[in-house]
């Protein structure tokens, strides 16, 4: 789900127990696909060497 419509927003709104103006729901529904991007990043594993910390020097077939 990459495009957030108006019946979603205001049910996670109502969810979290926020009211916010139009300026913000329309802000909000900009930034939905990138935020849904990044939690989808996050969600998968990854091994040790993805550690920002260990990373200095390794390739991509390291982080893998």
Same mark, same amino acid.
Request: net charge negative; hydrophobic share 50%; no cysteine.
């Given at each position: 789900?990459?495009?957030?419509?108006? *019946? !979603?927003?205001? &049910?996670?709104?109502? @969810?979290?127990?926020?009211?916010?103006? +139009? =300026?913000?729901?329309?802000?909000?529904?900009?930034?939905?696909?990138? *935020? !849904?991007?990044? &939690?989808?990043?996050? @969600?998968?594993?990854?091994?040790?060497? +993805? =550690?920002?910390?260990?990373?200095?020097?390794?390739?991509?077939?390291?982080? !893998?």
């Amino acid at each position: 789900m990459s495009e957030l419509d108006d *019946v !979603a927003l205001e &049910a996670m709104l109502a @969810r979290a127990g926020v009211s916010a103006t +139009a =300026e913000m729901r329309a802000r909000l529904k900009e930034a939905y696909a990138h *935020v !849904a991007a990044m &939690a989808e990043r996050v @969600r998968k594993p990854r091994g040790r060497m +993805a =550690e920002p910390a260990l990373t200095y020097g390794f390739g991509e077939e390291d982080l !893998a």
